[in-house]
T-cell receptor, first 116, second 116 residues
Framework: DQQVKQNSPSLSVQEGRISILNCDYT??????FLWYKKYPAEGPTFLIS?????DKNEDGRFTVFLNKSAKHLSLHIVPSQPGDSAVYFC???????????????FGKGTHLIIQP | NAGVTQTPKFRVLKTGQSMTLLCAQD?????MYWYRQDPGMGLRLIHY???????AKGEVPDGYNVSRLKKQNFLLGLESAAPSQTSVYFC???????????????FGPGTRLTVL
């Protein structure tokens, strides 16, 4: 059973517009969420994260929103730029047990394509 | 700083052969992880380590063994490779806290393994 779901395998957005990537989770024990960006033939790189005690975190063009009651989070990129074309992974961790050292649970990823 | 490095970058094995993937990090991180990524899938945790001399099973540990004899190195072994182990393998490391971020994992560039 997939605990972190990214239901859109791909998303195409025009340059300069807003990109919205969505992620749903089922495990209510998840209390920290991260977004990673991945280019082909490279490892994922950390983008932005949010704790479950917050509902929004912003870093430059990137904002993550968390709706705990709906078990849903989203990543907003505005304005979208050509260099944002990549695969974006949503990840979650349960820090209640061993303090988060047990690794991350990833979604399948969304391929974002920024059209010129 | 090189960050997280992985050796080799590519490898082709025959069924039944063995090999070891090496991960090294120079960030003095306590925690290290091995993930695999298959087409259309997110990253799945194979094994992880919360410190030198310790290892633990992740989501998909069968067919793999690991060792963490030195803090900076984490080895992933395949004793008898199978075609189902054809995948891209990523190593990651972290300390639990970094600034305001929690369990931000730093990834290596990956090892692409094909088992014939």
């Amino acid at each position: 059973d997939q605990q972190v779901k990214q239901n859109s395998p791909s998303l195409s957005v025009q340059e300069g517009r807003i990109s919205i990537l969505n992620c749903d989770y089922t495990n209510s024990m998840f209390d920290y969420f991260l977004w990673y960006k991945k280019y082909p033939a490279e490892g994922p790189t950390f983008l932005i994260s949010i704790s479950s005690i917050k509902d929004k975190n912003e870093d430059g063009r990137f904002t993550v929103f968390l709706n705990k009651s709906a078990k849903h989070l989203s990543l907003h990129i505005v304005p979208s730029q050509p260099g944002d074309s990549a695969v974006y992974f949503c990840a979650a961790s349960d820090n209640s047990g061993r303090g988060g050292a047990d690794g991350l649970t990833f979604g399948k990823g969304t391929h974002l394509i920024i059209q010129p | 700083n090189a960050g997280v490095t992985q050796t080799p970058k590519f490898r082709v094995l025959k069924t039944g052969q063995s090999m070891t993937l090496l991960c090294a990090q120079d960030m003095n991180h306590e925690y290290m992880y091995w993930y695999r990524q298959d087409p259309g899938m997110g990253l799945r945790l194979i094994h992880y380590s919360v410190g030198e001399g310790t290892t633990a099973k992740g989501e998909v540990p069968d067919g793999y063994n690991v060792s963490r004899l030195k803090k900076q190195n984490f080895l992933l072994g395949l004793e008898s490779a199978a075609p189902s182990q054809t995948s891209v393998y990523f190593c990651a490391s972290s300390n639990l806290f970094r600034g305001e971020s929690y369990n931000e994992q730093f990834f290596g560039p990956g090892t692409r393994l094909t088992v014939l």
